[in-house]
């Protein structure tokens, strides 16, 4: 679990961009390829610690492989 709110940010960001890769037709290699490339230059930065960078690969491969997550919901229609 994320605590470090520069940490989370980052995340909600990669989660995001996954999201609206899926919408475009990208698929789970091609967005393993972006989190690679964003992971790397943050490593490269020194923006946040190694030891957060890997928890932050953790949780964004947990939300990238999990298939719930790039299903798409039919609003639903309101009766009242």
């Not at 989370?8 to 698929?27: C, H, K, M, P, S």
């Not at 960078?53 to 492989?65: D, K, Q, T, V």
Request: proline share 4%; glycine share 2%; no cysteine.
């Amino acid at each position: 679990m994320l605590q470090d709110t520069q940490t989370i940010r980052y995340y909600q960001r990669i989660t995001d961009a996954f999201v609206e890769l899926w919408n475009r037709g990208y698929r789970t290699e091609e967005m393993r390829m972006y989190l690679d490339g964003y992971l790397a230059a943050l490593r490269h930065s020194n923006v946040i610690e190694p030891y957060l960078i890997h928890r932050l690969e953790e949780e964004a491969s947990r939300y990238l492989y999990d298939a719930s997550n790039f299903l798409k919901t039919e609003p639903q229609p309101d009766y009242y």
